[in-house]
């Protein structure tokens, strides 16, 4: 059968599926049948687009119900072996870039022994700050006392009432 030959909710559950099982990262490109369901959720028939994909070996049904992916299994499998190299690579590059860039803990210890002043890096503080830093370039709102200032519309003052106004009665 060739891929032509496929009906649009088989090849629809197919590329689903291939979705599915990449982004679950299964290297034996199997769904468990308890799964199906929700591995192909525009799905309707799942047994019917499971016989029509098998018969057309697309798939294979193991004998417990599991689904296997045979067409496009290579190229799944090599694409999650990609995947799973490059974690590693960026996992290794991570705390590499960690070791280099973040002072280790004897450093922190040697500073901190080293300081003149000991004492007073061991004690607590009295006192809370009364002021954080940025505070005095903040800009202060106007207080409760001082008027707003009126803000007058682009054609002028807004009439009262604008029924009046609008039918050509006014009160001025």
Known sequence: MAADDLS???????????????????????????????????????????AELSAAH????????DVELLDHAGFIKQSLVTVSKKRVSDTRAAKSYRDKHQPSVTDAVTESVAAPDTESSTRLPTELPTERKGDEHREVPPQASEPWPEVVPPGGPVRENWRIAA??????
């Open 167 to 172: 039918k050509g009665y006014d009160r001025d």
């Open 58 to 65: 697309y798939w294979y049904v193991h004998p417990n119900g």
């Open 8 to 50: 649009e909710a088989a090849g629809l559950a197919h590329y689903q599926a291939i979705a599915w099982v990449s982004g679950t990262e299964r290297f034996d490109c199997t769904i468990p049948k308890r799964l199906l369901p929700s591995a192909l959720p525009c799905t309707l028939d799942v047994p019917a687009v499971t």
